[in-house]
């Protein structure tokens, strides 16, 4: 469905800078220097300043106190350039994946199951197992398996192959993207001394995922013990993550891609973990705290500060480290040649004891 100029103010809150001739429809996103006539993008980075200036986009969201500005596109200014231009993306892509609603022919639905099938979308290959609950408006996608006792909350949507486990609980308008799995089997293991064996230990809680949650592909997320894992409100977790039982994730924390979270550990509020991060289990991380890529947090942190390394230091002083460990070959170099010029200063002074003990 086109835009016009109008609906483009009315989506992003914007205010118009160069206005465009009155016949101009918007029927697309783009980026900079892939945008053609009738499309819109955005200028969110000043390294994109050149392809700004070249652009042939129709219109552009631009930041406030523009210095120049291409020829011939209009211009909208908003105060993030980035998030008004989901905006727009959001409503392209809801009008290319209109929501029919119907359960296919080829999806097994139990017959316990609670769902309007008037108001939810049930793909092929689709697997909805006793007592599950599915909220209005949900999309469940091919392959995805919902299992005995589960509830998913309105317009949650399910990716392909998208797994959710027994009596595991989601909100309202959670976003789960192909392969991920909720509520599989905590880690959970004891040694018995008298046979040498590893026994299973029971996972009996459960996973539940707050409103607004966004999960990437293939992240596993672990029931509990007993109790619940807890992930909140407004968490942003990429792919390749690992969410070990017990854990409790505080609301609107971001966890990056192939970063691993242990057992029974505790994240606050608007927490960062970025790429690659380890954390131990049992631990307290505090709310706004920041986990630089490849940080080994091994103790409890402090909220409201940047940390790195491994064990986890404050920025700053992992930053020094790291400035330290890299001089260490011209260091370990300077001292061997320390090394050689004392050991020839102590023969030259034992050679003169020498001499003088023969005088």
Request: proline content about 5%.
């Amino acid at each position: 469905m086109n835009l016009t100029i109008n609906d483009v103010l009315r989506l992003t809150g914007g205010k118009l800078l160069v206005p465009a001739t009155p016949e101009v429809q918007i029927s697309g996103v783009a980026t900079l220097a892939e945008a053609r006539s009738g499309e819109v993008s955005f200028l969110g980075n000043e390294k994109y300043y050149h392809d700004f200036l070249a652009t042939q986009a129709s219109l552009v969201l631009v930041p406030p106190g523009l210095p120049q500005h291409p020829e011939g596109v209009a211009l909208i200014e908003v105060e993030n350039p980035s998030l008004a231009f989901n905006a727009l993306v959001d409503h392209f892509m809801k009008s290319a994946n209109d929501f029919v609603p119907g359960v296919s022919p080829q999806a097994w639905v139990d017959q316990t199951a609670k769902l309007d099938p008037t108001k939810v979308r049930v793909s092929p290959g689709a697997v909805i197992e006793a007592g599950a609950v599915i909220g209005d408006g949900s999309d469940i996608g091919p392959g995805c398996v919902i299992g005995k006792g589960a509830v998913l909350g309105n317009d949650c949507k399910l990716h392909a192959r998208v797994v959710i486990r027994e009596r595991c609980i989601l909100g309202n308008h959670v976003v789960i993207q192909p392969g991920a799995v909720i509520g599989g089997d905590g880690f959970g293991f004891l040694l018995n001394k008298e046979t040498g064996r590893y026994e299973t230990v029971d996972q009996v809680g459960i996973v539940e995922i707050g409103d607004n949650v966004d999960i990437g592909a293939n992240t596993t997320i672990d029931r509990a013990r007993f109790g619940r894992t807890i992930i909140g409100e407004g968490c942003k977790i990429d792919n390749l993550v690992m969410i070990a039982h017990n854990v409790e994730i505080g609301p609107h924390t971001v966890v990056v891609s192939q970063s691993g979270i242990a057992g029974s550990t505790k994240v606050g509020r608007y927490v960062t973990i970025a790429a690659q991060v380890g954390i131990a289990g049992h631990l307290n991380i505090g709310d706004q705290a920041i986990l630089a890529a490849r940080t080994g947090v091994m103790n409890d942190l402090e909220g409201g500060k940047a940390y790195w390394g491994a064990p986890a230091a404050p920025f700053k002083e992992a930053s020094m480290q790291y400035a330290a460990i890299r001089k260490l070959p011209s260091a370990v170099k300077e001292l061997n040649a320390l090394k050689k010029q004392a050991a020839e200063i102590k023969a030259l002074i034992e050679q003169a004891i020498g001499q003088t003990s023969q005088d």
